[in-house]
């Protein structure tokens, strides 16, 4: 700054020697519009001695708020007395002005009008000053060292792992990584965000020199492909909390993990979690099972009825004088002991083939103690133990052997059924032969034997539900109530023995045509499962298959 600048102004007033608007970059961007460029007209009806005293005016605060250390005011100042007086010299206090300010393209920008206003004959104004030539081979090295002041880059980004690339059309300028400083000149480049897995970010920056610059990427996961079928095909599905489709989805998806829910009336909710890889198509098939029916109610009824015909047999083990008044009393105590047994020990969630399986095994443990006792004596101080602990043991094979196989409802209504008619059968034909009761209580055993092994048989070849179960034994009770009513129609003599006979066709009959008549209902147990494919069509788009795989 000079301060005897004043006195030049008033000799160079009248050769307006406004310095020529420069055009170029500054830091490889199009140098920038500059306050000088767009002065206000002055007032033409001023005359010369006022517009010197008041450009003199601006030249002046200008130079005390610059010492004062206010660039902003010094700036506003200085291009008001250019404005009325364009002296060269007033560009490079300018310059200086912005430069303090920080604002390096704007320094620049004047100083290289200064040093292209410089005339070519000019001379120093007082002793002081370095001669114009020279100061304009300094001003030309400063504004070298400003326009290789760097800039400070810094990006964050999610995820934080990041490569950071910055370039322009003279290639790459500048590699670097997310939440680090980078250095590079002012100007403008393409910056490219990159991380393994995640879609590439491209875009521009303008950097001015010698500033920092700090800017938020948010990357997005490269996409897959979900494909998703749900049996059955009312089923809701959920992606998250988000509610999706019903029956079947397929959507492209970021890739990551996602946690896919299904649930439909009635069955049990499935719940899985997936992760979608990318570029890669990820196909699921969920089935959701039944809700398993409960069989705890009928269990605990069971419970106290098998608690009380266990305790009363029991105690006829004990030779008393009162032993019938003794087993009623010791009957009504099992069955309270049963009920409590079975309300606080069996589980509220017990699966109904369990119950189911207990229940019968009971049934047929009783029979097995109670004939196979009679196989021996016909004593009830040793038959009705017999029958005691058999309903017992009976019970507890039944209900461990339902818990390891998990059996369903269906299964164990067959196994019943066939334990029911296994036995009936035997039971008839001991009436039918009236036998000694050695014979007839191992008719009866033999029964409920092939009862049983056929009951094994048939869950272990054949998946049967509780209807179909349910009308074949409707079948057997039909042919039974029709032999006894063909026996009556027969012939007015009913002796036991034909009335057995005929319950025994009729039976036979019965369970065979039912048999037949619901063969449709069930399908045998065959290897089939779900299977989800891809087929590719003629103009090669691929197409998600849904479909059934297995061997005959």
């Known amino acids: 700054m000079r301060a005897g600048l004043a006195i030049v102004l008033v000799v160079v007033l009248g050769a307006h020697a406004h310095a020529q608007p420069a055009v170029g970059f500054i830091g490889g961007r199009a140098a920038p519009i500059l306050a000088i460029d767009d002065c206000r007209q002055a007032d033409p009806s001023l ?29 506003s100042e200085l291009v008001a007395a250019y404005c009325l007086i364009p002296y060269y010299t007033i560009l490079k206090d300018i310059g200086q002005a912005y430069e303090r300010r920080l604002e390096y393209e704007q320094a620049i920008a004047y100083l290289s009008r200064y040093v292209a206003a410089v005339p070519a004959d000019a001379k120093a104004t007082t002793a002081c000053e370095p001669p114009p030539q020279e100061d304009k081979a300094n001003v030309l090295r400063r504004i070298s060292v400003l326009s290789n002041l760097t800039a400070k880059v810094y990006v964050e980004t999610t995820p934080p792992d990041t490569k950071i690339t910055l370039a322009n059309d003279g290639g790459t300028k500048a590699f670097g990584t997310a939440r680090k400083q980078i250095d590079v000149l002012g100007g403008s480049y393409q910056m490219t965000v990159e991380r393994d897995g995640f879609e590439p970010h491209t875009q521009t920056i303008d950097v001015s020199i010698g500033k920092p610059y700090t800017t938020y990427v948010q990357l997005e996961p490269l996409k897959g492909t979900l494909s998703v079928q749900v049996t059955p095909s009312d089923a809701r599905l959920f992606i998250g909390k988000l509610y999706v489709a019903v029956g079947s989805y397929t959507t492209t998806l970021p890739s990551g993990k996602y946690r896919i829910t299904a649930e439909s009336p009635g069955r049990v909710r499935a719940e899985l979690e997936l992760e979608v890889l990318p570029g890669k198509l990820r196909r699921e098939l969920i089935e959701l099972a039944p809700i398993p029916q409960t069989g705890r109610r009928q269990l605990v009824v069971a419970a106290a009825i098998a608690g009380g015909f266990a305790a009363g047999g029991l105690l006829f083990a004990f030779d008393q004088t009162d032993q019938a008044e003794i087993s009623t009393a010791g009957g009504v105590l099992g069955v309270a002991a049963g009920l409590a047994g079975a309300y606080f020990q069996v589980p509220r969630d017990l699966p109904l083939g ?39 043991l009976g019970g507890a094979v039944g209900y461990i052997a339902g818990e390891r196989m998990k059996i369903s409802p269906g299964d164990a209504a067959m196994f019943n059924s066939s334990v029911l008619w296994g036995t009936t059968a035997g039971s008839l034909f001991a009436i039918s032969f009236d036998p000694p009761r ?57 002796t036991q023995e034909r009335l057995a006979n005929y319950s025994l066709g009729g039976m036979a009959v019965g369970l065979i045509g039912a048999g037949i008549l619901t063969r449709d209902l069930d399908i045998p147990k065959i290897p089939v499962t779900p299977s989800v494919g891809a087929a590719t069509s003629s103009d090669g788009k691929t197409t998600t298959t849904y479909g059934l795989t297995g061997t005959w």
């Open 47 to 75: 005359p010369p001695e006022q517009l010197r005293a008041r450009g003199s005016e601006h030249y002046q605060r200008g130079v005390t708020l610059y010492i004062q250390g206010d660039y902003p005011g010094a700036v």
């Open 354 to 392: 369990t119950s189911n399986m207990t229940i019968t095994s009971t049934v047929a443990g009783a029979v097995a103690g109670y004939f196979g006792a009679r196989i021996f004596t016909d004593q009830d101080k040793f038959i009705q133990p017999a029958f005691g602990a058999s309903i017992l």
């Open 438 to 494: 050695p014979v007839s209580s191992g008719l009866v055993l033999s029964g409920l034997g092939m009862g049983v092994i056929g009951g094994v048989l048939l869950t272990r070849y054949y998946d049967l539900s509780r209807n179909h179960a349910l009308l074949i034994d409707i079948g057997g009770l039909v042919g039974v109530v029709g032999g006894l009513a063909v026996a009556s129609v027969a012939s007015e003599t009913r």
